[in-house]
């Protein structure tokens, strides 16, 4: 969380955006209708230019003074089938074939369609959330997991740090 000029805790409002082009400070994002250049968060890991690519979903954060940052990232995977376990098979271009667990957004897909998984959030390494969609505002996934996440851990003046 950060704190306001008055000393106030605000927390930084999330939103999806669609990367189009990838440099390693800072993307250009499809969302509202507009492309934004929009920077990415400094604990965002690295090489940025080989985590992120054209299609994948990302989480921006907006702080009070407008400053956003880029602080998550889904993968656009294809739906290879379901694990009698419950699970989901994905295949992601830079991981291969994964095991995810579906999200509680998650809407059973048939083979061949695209979801939105993302890794790091505690609970299994591999999760799958909605569909793809046309639109970033559309999109089904776990933005209030990621936002809990950074709250709980205190990575909000990280996110934002110069």
């Known amino acids: 969380m950060l704190s306001s000029s008055s000393g106030d805790v605000v927390r930084p409002r999330l939103g ?10 800072e993307c250009d994002a499809w969302t509202g209708g507009n492309i934004e250049s929009v920077r990415f968060a400094p604990l965002f ?19 009070a003074n407008g400053r956003q940052v880029i602080v998550w ?14 699970s989901v098979r ?8 994964v095991i995810a667990q579906p999200r509680r957004s998650h809407r059973e897909q048939v083979p061949g369609t ?6 790091g959030l505690p609970g299994a390494d591999w999760w799958i959330a909605g569909p793809v969609v046309a639109q970033p505002e559309d ?12 709250t709980a851990n ?4 990280a996110a934002f740090a110069d």
Request: overall charge negative; aromatic content about 8%; some cysteine.
């Open 90 to 97: 994905l295949w992601e271009p830079a991981h291969g074939e």
């Open 16 to 25: 999806c955006a669609v990367v189009l082009r990838v440099e390693e400070l």
């Open 114 to 119: 695209r979801g939105y998984a993302s890794a």
């Open 154 to 157: 205190g990575l909000w003046a």
């Open 45 to 63: 890991p690295a090489p940025r230019t080989e985590r992120v690519a054209p299609g994948h979903l990302v989480a921006v954060a907006t702080a």
């Open 73 to 86: 990232r889904w993968y656009d995977a294809v739906v290879l089938g379901h694990e009698a376990s419950g």
């Open 139 to 150: 999109a089904v996934v776990d933005v209030v997991e990621v936002e809990e996440m950074f």
